[in-house]
């Protein structure tokens, strides 16, 4: 006896949910989109004739794909309209994600702001391509342009990303270090030991959506940077406690008042030290910061 179709479809969307997450979320920053857009994938997929499908991974990222292009538009308008600055929902992730280096570039916090200055098409044929190594030609059925013209639009977006890619990266276990500095720093109120960790035009973009206080424009050099968290951070009501936690298959902290999780912090560091600080604190951005998240590539 046959499978059903509808079990037939289960199967392969199952199969393929933690890829097609992770294609969703690379083009939209958003863990929660992502969720709706593979819900809106899953409506079209099982009304598909599976019969006529010769390639089910492909057609299902295809399908996601132009759900996510829907989304993105639509995301573009609430960010004109949000308060302060806007930062990716940043993920739990599992050791895995860390040991894939192209992958944990691919969802880095660095990376995912400069894909934020592609426009829609431009952002999912980057994603798609130089992420996932999709062929130009599906590529082309998913956001509806020709193989031609899709790799002109790669070819454009791969230098406006490259011009923008934060330089001079450093290995996870530097990273770890300048992180584990930077928390001491911070704990024991050592102000000449945070300048150190901290690069001299080192930038801090937090991101409280308007509903926690947070900086609404970046903050830019060591001196100004190291006020906010002594002037700002350590006089928030509360007893605030740090730890190491990996997001974005990256080392990162966790910032906890009162034993509640109130923000994470994720930095880019260069060999100067900490270039960038993404702090973010928005309540409805952290949901995806309390158990793994499974991404992948494949």
Do not use: C
């Amino acid at each position: 006896m046959s499978e059903p179709a509808t079990d037939t479809a289960t199967t392969a969307f199952v199969a393929h949910r933690n890829l097609l997450f992770t294609v969703a979320y690379e083009m939209l920053g958003s863990a929660a989109d992502a969720e709706d857009v593979l819900q809106e994938t899953w409506l079209r997929w099982v009304d598909v004739d599976l019969a006529q499908i010769r390639d089910q991974r492909a057609y299902l990222v295809r399908i996601t794909t132009r759900q996510a292009l829907n989304r993105l538009r639509t995301l573009r308008r609430r960010k004109e309209a949000y308060v302060g600055s806007w930062l990716p929902e940043p993920l739990l992730t599992a050791p895995d994600v860390a040991e894939d280096v192209e992958l944990a570039e691919s969802v880095s916090m660095a990376l995912m702001l400069v894909l934020e200055t592609l426009s829609p098409t431009e952002r999912a044929v980057f994603v798609l391509r130089d992420a996932f190594d999709i062929s130009y030609d599906e590529i082309a059925a998913a956001v509806g342009r020709s193989p031609a013209a899709v790799r002109q639009i790669a070819h454009r977006a791969r230098q406006h990303v490259s011009a923008r890619r934060p330089r001079e990266a450093v290995s996870p276990d530097e990273t770890r270090a300048a992180l584990e500095s930077f928390q001491r720093a911070v704990e024991t109120g050592d102000l000449q030991a945070l300048l150190d960790v901290l690069a001299p035009e080192v930038v801090l973009i937090a991101d409280g959506g308007g509903q926690r206080q947070a900086v609404l424009r970046p903050i830019v050099g060591a001196d100004k940077v190291a006020r906010v968290f002594f002037g700002g951070l350590r006089k928030v009501p509360g007893r605030m406690t740090v730890s190491p936690t990996l997001l974005n298959g990256s080392p990162a902290l966790a910032v906890y008042l009162d034993g509640d999780l109130d923000g994470v912090l994720a930095v880019q560091v260069g060999t100067a030290g900490i270039g960038n600080i993404y702090y973010v604190r928005n309540p409805e951005k952290l949901t995806g910061v309390r158990s793994e998240i499974r991404l992948t590539r494949r």
